[in-house]
Each structure stands twice: as C-alpha cells, then as structure tokens.
C-alpha cells in the first residue's frame, strides 16, 4: 500500500478523511501547523473511473481557491465566524479608535510633539497603520484555509514556537488595553463624583471596583464580538457625546482665555525621551493588534470586505479623534490634562453626561479587545449544548470571564499609573505585532509575488520599526524610574 500526506491546518486531520477529501489526500502531505509532525494517510485503490472523479475533484479544489471563495478556518472555534457584513466590522474599528482614550491625546501626543510634530506624526500613523492593516488583511487566506487568530498565522508561517510567542505578546498587550480601559472608566466615574460629590469619600479604586464589575456584568450577557450588533450603534453615538462635549467645551474656553503656551516642556534630554514615547503612542491610537480575530467574522469574499472595513476606519472613522486632539491642545496649550474633560469648563450637567458617555462607551471598547482571550476559553473550556443563553454556558462566562475581568479590575485599582507600563508593553508588542510582523509575514507569503523594490521596502518596514520599539522600551523603562517616586499602591490620582 502506498503511502500519501497531506497538508492541512491544526485540527483538519480527521476531517480529510471525509470521502470529498480523499482526493486531496492521495496528493499532499499532512502536517500540524507546527510543522514538526506528520501523519499518513493510506492511498485506497481505484479502478480508472474512480481515478477520473478523483483528478476532477482536485480541479474543483484549485478552482475554489484559485477564485477566492470561502474558506475552511485554519481550526475550530466556539464563536461566530463569516457572519457579520463589513459595516459592522468597520463600526467594530471605529468603536476601538474612538474609545475614551482619544480623550487622552491632546495630553499624551500634542503636548510632548506640539503643532508641526503632533499634527504630522497623527496622519502619518494613520497612512502607515492602514498600509501595515491592509497587508494583513491580504494575508488572511494562506495555504488555503482562513487564518482566523493572529496565532493560527504567525503558527502556520513560521512554526510553533512563534505560535507561543505571538500569543503571548498579543495577551500582554490586551490585557494591557483592557486595565487601561478599566482605568478609564474608573477615572469617568471619579471625575463625575466630584462634580457633584466633592468630600472625596469616594477614592479611585473603588470607582475601578466599580467599573470592573459593570464590564463583567456586558461580558457575561454577549458571547461573542459578532453579538455586539446595536451595541455597536450605542457606541458610536456615546463616543459622539463625550467627543461633541470635550470640542465645544474646549472651543469655548480656547475663545474665552488668553494666548496658550504651546511650548514643549522638559530638559532636552527630557523632549528627546518624551518624544519618542509619543511616538509610540501614535501608533497605538490606530490599532488593535487583533486584526486577524476582527477579520474572521466578516463575511466572504473576506480580503475585499476588510478593505471596506479599514478604510472606512481611516476615513471617516478616524475624524472625530482628529478634532478632539487638535481641539483639545488648541485650547489648552501644554497645560492639557491627559483626560480632557479634566481640563474642560462649563456646566456641571453637561461634564457629567460626558463622562457618563466615556464610560459606557469604555465598557462596549473592552469586550472587543478582550475577545480574543474570551474566544480561547469558550473554544477550549466552555463548550456547552444548547444556546449561548443555556444555563451552562452563562455559567461559564460568569465563572471564567468573570474571573478574567477580577484579575484585569485588580490590576487597574492596585497600578493606576499603569500608562508607564503601558508604553513599555506598547514598544514590546503594538510595534512588532502590527508593524514589524506584519511586513514579515508578508515578505515572507507573497516574496515569489513582489519586485525588488516592494521586498526593499517591506524589510526597511521590518528593520525600521525593531529599531523604534528598541528606543520606545528604552524610553519607557527611563520614564518608570525617573517617575517611581511618585508611585504608590492602590493611588487615588
């Protein structure tokens, strides 16, 4: 008996064994996606009609993937994928890059950049944020299956072992993101409390106790990124108020108040390393760097729909954090908070809708960037019978998630001044994941396709931003030591 294999994703062995797979597998090997096993497949004997169904179905499958129609995922999993239209993934992006945090760049980019650098550096990082999406969304469909985790393709292009590393510098990362954004939402609550409060009784950490337990509370009762739907309306429009509110406010004040200083601040050595960490904090501001788990729901033809989706986010999607950056510095100078509506005056009312807004807006924002690591352990723990709704499965999301979130809300309340840490996690895993992989990844899928020219460009992509995430990490650990005197735990900032 001969012997043939075949090569398939992780988790496709027994499915080529199906009677319409076996004509693939009598031609190519199978491998894992780490590329260090092998199984074989035995060849079964035909008569020559037999062999003229078989050399028909192979056609049939180059035709397929030749014409880019759907595609088996590269493994299985327990949420939604091909379900949603490219608006709604475009709403996704755009709910992500006007999150609360917009409200933090006229402080954190303008302010260390000011006019010239700041406004440069804003549509640059746009510019080559899209370029750096756009290769991955090109690359979602590889070796005929749909890489559906940003894992399951730096797995299937290089092996195992940058399987691992991927995810876990993409858990880091988003694990990150989710703290700050439960950072945020506390800082919403505490700034509304002292509109009104204002005896101080209630600290931060219990306004991030708070928050955590209300993100926990959305998580428990949406499955999945695909079950967000009019969530995703209610986002936009309360990204809208607290956007709107921040630019009259400050618009008004700009008006009422006389000339700003918008001179950088800090010794030169002090520019040179501020400078850099608004860098990266630029590119920050545009990406997710779970492109290829937002792209899995979209529907076919998958490449062209994502395309939609990104530009729309770099479009349209990315003018309100334009006018509330600009609006903001523009107002203030150098003495912008990096919270806005810190900086704001006018009725007391209408700051509190505001923050009322950012931090509605700041629970919708998490779960996306924590469904990554909630698709993980439904996929790998909580598979249940029945609706997502079944008494077994909202029991699984409560225990899991919930415990998820308590580790994310203890985390937040006990390092408050995370934004330290979150430009060093920034430098060791925004950069590489969706910079310096990307370009990659890339180079190394389509090299046979590209001229000399774009394989030049793609490796000065490469060894252009290693090098920045070299000197952002630098610049990130000097700020943790030069501001570790002022660090306590569980801060009331």
Not at 2 to 20: H, T
Not at 187 to 192: P, R, S
Request: hydrophobic fraction near 50%.
């Amino acid at each position: 008996m001969r012997m043939n294999i075949l090569r398939v994703g992780e988790g496709s062995l027994i499915r080529a064994l199906r009677p319409e797979d076996r004509a693939v597998a009598s031609l190519f090997p199978i491998y894992s996606i780490d590329g260090e096993t092998a199984g074989l497949l035995p060849e079964r004997d035909c008569g020559e009609e037999d062999s003229m169904a078989t050399g028909t179905e192979v056609g049939e499958e180059k035709v397929r993937f030749q014409e880019g129609a759907e595609l088996e995922a590269s493994d299985d999993t327990a949420h939604k994928i091909s379900h949603d239209p490219w608006y709604q993934v475009a709403f996704v992006l755009t709910t992500g890059v006007n999150s609360a945090y917009v409200l933090g760049y006229s402080g954190s980019i303008m302010v260390y950049l000011g006019w010239i650098a700041g406004t440069t550096g804003l549509i640059l990082a746009a510019a080559i944020s899209l370029h750096a999406n756009i290769l991955l969304a090109h690359i979602h469909e590889v070796g005929g299956k749909r890489r559906i985790r940003y894992r399951d393709l730096a797995g299937y292009i290089y092996g195992r072992k940058m399987y691992s590393l991927t995810w876990g510098l993409q858990y880091v990362n988003l694990f990150m993101i989710n703290t700050g954004f439960i950072i945020l939402a506390g800082q919403a609550l505490k700034a509304m409390y002292v509109l009104y409060g204002g005896d101080n009784a209630l600290k931060l950490p219990y306004c991030i106790a708070i928050a955590g337990f209300v993100c926990a509370l959305f998580a428990f009762g949406i499955p999945h990124l695909s079950a967000l739907r009019i969530w995703l309306g209610i986002s936009t429009f309360l990204s809208l108020i607290y956007i709107v509110v921040a630019f009259v406010l400050s618009l008004r004040d700009g008006i009422s108040t006389p000339p700003r200083d918008y001179n950088i601040p800090g010794s030169h050595v002090n520019k040179i390393f501020t400078t850099i960490g608004s860098v990266a904090s630029l590119v920050f501001a545009y990406n997710t760097g779970m492109l290829p788990e937002i792209q899995a729901t979209i529907k076919p033809p998958v490449i062209k729909n994502m395309e939609k989706a990104l530009w729309f986010q770099f479009t349209v999607g990315v003018l309100p954090l334009f006018a509330v950056t600009f609006m903001g510095y523009w107002a203030y100078g150098s003495s912008t908070s990096t919270y806005l509506l810190n900086s704001v005056g006018g009725p007391a009312w209408v700051k509190a809708m505001a923050n009322v807004a950012a931090f509605l807006q700041t629970v919708i924002a998490l779960h996306i960037f924590a469904s990554p690591m909630y698709e993980y352990l439904d996929t790998k723990y909580g598979r249940g019978k029945g609706s997502a709704f079944s008494f077994h499965n909202i029991s699984f999301r409560v225990l899991v998630r919930g415990g998820y979130l308590t580790i994310n809300t203890f985390v937040a309340a006990l390092l408050p001044f995370l934004g330290d840490f979150m430009s060093l996690t920034g430098a060791l895993s925004v950069f590489p994941l969706t910079f310096v992989l990307a370009n990659h990844m890339y180079l190394t899928v389509k090299k046979n396709k590209l001229s000399a020219f774009r394989k030049v460009w793609h490796w000065l992509n490469v060894v252009g931003f290693s090098c920045l995430a070299v000197a952002a990490a630098v610049a990130a650990i000097r700020l943790i030591i030069v501001d570790s005197k002022a660090y306590h735990l569980f801060a009331d900032l």
